[in-house]
């Protein structure tokens, strides 16, 4: 039987009849990556509820005591089993009997533990997340919605711009957190220009059509009857992002600032660096750019961009650095951290 990855609260939210069913599938609970006590059984009534809804229930490694513990960030790579990383190793895959949708068309769904972000492992065994998502559906909305604005957070690739602007799009490059991305495509609606998606590379994503509801559920429902309409003319989802050009090399690097009140100094680092940009030969900041410091570099800087911002919570300056070429992340970030050294508040 086909699996449906679904991980900590998700689980309990479909039992509990957040999703109409019928289907006969099955549900994947990696308790462990979320739940710190393991004490309690799953409770009688999740498992009833779910046999309503023709779900088979497997529970991984752990029992649920309704105490939720969920790492602090799952976005950064150390905590990826949360989402993509846990889901891959138990090699689980998505398809079955669903009407009307062909299996095999993806081999995971995952999402996070409120639903608000999603993604997919594709099934030639790539990650259908960051960029690769946000391509994926800026397409299909540019498909009935061309001219369209596509808002997204600072951290995506250029590649995906090229890909959002081939499509017939306009690509809004603006800050990190949801909320950020959400707030913009408000107001560019409210002026009057058209702006059906705002997206994060998380995962995080809004439709104006679902009332600018931050929906990992809605995200993956329009994928999936993409990709069911794709396979039935012989497409796939991988075919459908295969213009997007993507990176040799991607980083994130993390420099916690050891002051109290730290966004004035984060601020002034920023802007010394955005100073040095513009003397330095091989570096050109980019001219549209709503977050921190971001600047291209030529083929004998790094062959790639990067970006120095602020966390949006945390005291820290967050660099993230995507390359063209192998090794070009390496050159860009010794060039930073050379820069960095002259600051003795950053660790």
């Not at 998505?94 to 062909?102: A, D, E, L, S």
């Not at 951290?155 to 800050?175: C, D, N, P, Q």
């Not at 062959?303 to 390359?323: A, K, T």
Request: aromatic letters at 8%; a negative charge.
């Amino acid at each position: 039987m086909k699996k449906l990855i679904f991980l900590g609260a998700l689980l309990s939210m479909l039992c509990l009849g957040a999703c109409g069913g019928g289907a006969k599938s099955a549900a994947v609970a990696d308790a462990d990556t979320l739940v710190e006590k393991d004490t309690t059984p799953l409770p009688d009534t999740m498992y009833a509820s779910v046999e309503k809804l023709q779900w088979r229930v497997e529970v991984l490694d752990s029992t649920v005591d309704g105490t939720l513990h969920v790492l602090d960030d799952p976005y950064l790579e150390s905590n990826s089993k949360l989402a993509f990383r846990a889901n891959h190793l138990r090699n689980a895959d998505f398809g079955g009997k669903v009407k009307g949708v062909p299996s095999r068309i993806v081999k995971d769904w995952v999402f996070d533990t409120d639903v608000d972000r999603a993604g997919c492992i594709l099934s030639d065994g790539r990650e259908l997340n960051r960029n690769r998502l946000v391509a994926m559906i800026s397409a299909v909305i540019l498909e009935n919605e061309p001219g369209a604005v596509i808002v997204t957070d600072s951290v995506t690739s250029a590649g995906l711009t090229k890909f959002i602007e081939a499509h017939g799009g306009k690509h809004i490059r603006f800050k990190r957190g949801y909320k950020n991305v959400i707030n913009k495509q408000i107001e560019l609606n409210k002026e009057g220009i058209d702006c059906p998606l705002a997206i994060e590379t998380s995962g995080h994503a809004a439709f104006r059509e679902n009332y600018y509801l931050d929906d990992g559920a809605y995200l993956v429902t329009k994928l999936i009857i993409k990709a069911a309409l794709l396979k039935k003319s012989g497409g796939s989802l991988e075919s459908f992002i295969s213009d997007l050009e993507e990176p040799a090399e991607e980083l994130e690097r993390r420099f916690k600032i050891d002051l109290e009140d730290f966004k004035p100094y984060g601020e002034k680092v920023i802007a010394d660096l955005k100073a040095l940009a513009e003397e330095r030969d091989g570096w050109q900041t980019e001219k549209i750019n709503y977050e921190g410091i971001r600047i291209n570099t030529d083929k004998n800087n790094g062959d790639g961009w990067f970006l120095l911002r602020m966390s949006v919570h945390d005291p820290i300056l967050v660099l993230n650095l995507e390359s063209n070429t192998e090794g070009g992340t390496e050159k860009m970030l010794t060039d930073v951290t050379e820069f960095l050294k002259a600051y003795d508040k950053l660790n």
